[in-house]
């Protein structure tokens, strides 16, 4: 058994549901690899999974929903930012599998600023049970004990499990891009995306195990920690998924690069550059990116190839993990950023 088959062996030996349609597309994207100068950008389009405007965090739902289902869960309690989207794509997939979602969302400055809109107006929309809290673990656990007197059985997503969970699905995701880099007879230098845990942790193992040479290159969506501390976190997390997928192999720190330097003023606060680059893709591609996770990691992309820190003539796969929705929730800094403006023909 080659590589290929004993990683997909191993994957199809976890409990799993089904909701999203894979593989995702891999798009050439030749006027924005023209406008960015001399480099081949390709993205993994995990902005359509399929699930409710889709993203990075429904490869994941399949497994702890199949964890949660194996155990007999009925009701799924989560707690995130107001614009979480893990939060909606959960929603999404619960709606799918007809389990009650429950959403304990954080009272924080966006829902004050927007209220229901963007992810949170998808959660509602999507029949979840949706409650902001200051304290959220503390909610949590009142819920998880209100709805067990009720009948339900309840089951919490646990922080952990999920990003391991997310780490065993990209490795799939690094299978999927294998494949589609073969049918393209092509090599990918860098896969470049928005990433602190499970997404670059699984796609720099599943690289690795298929011998792709790639590297990976993640860009955080908030400030915190330092590099070394992330990295070493995400071969961790690389090496736990790979014990529990029975691979030999492990990713070592020095083939991993994370960084925060494109975040800006902090997390879900805009920044210039994010803006721009969300528009240039948008505008050469018809691709769009969110202002909060993907649209920064792709202004750090832009930064690289326009200074040389990648080269001319290299191939980046630029994985879109997606967040669509919280564009509309930031309709104000996006106007305001375009110089957008209602024009009245009559009035011309
Ligand atoms: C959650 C999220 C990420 C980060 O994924 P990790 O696996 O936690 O690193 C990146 N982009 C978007 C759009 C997300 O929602």
Known sequence: MNEKEQLKKAISKIPRVKLVDLPTPLHDCPRFSEAVGGVRVLIKRDDMT????????????????????????????????SQSNY?????AACAKLGLKAFIVGKRDLRSQMVGIQGNLLLDHILGADVRLAEDQSKAKKELFEELRKQGYVPYTTDQRKDIVFATVAYTNCALEIHDQLAQLDAKADYVVLCSTSGTQAGLALG???????????GFRPSKGGNNEDIISSIASLANEAAEILGLDIRVEEDELENYEDYVGEAYGIVTKEGLDALQLLARTEGILLDPVYVGKAMSGLIDWIRTGKIASGKTVIFVHTGGIPALFAYNKELIEHGGYKIRIAEEE
């Open 50 to 81: 399929g699930l409710a405007f889709g993203g990075n965090k429904s490869r994941q739902h399949e497994f702890i929903l199949g964890d949660a289902t194996a155990q007999g869960a009925n009701a799924i309690i989560h707690g995130a930012a």
């Open 87 to 91: 939060s909606r794509q959960l929603c």
């Open 207 to 217: 690289g690795k195990v298929l011998n792709m040479g790639y590297r990976t290159i």
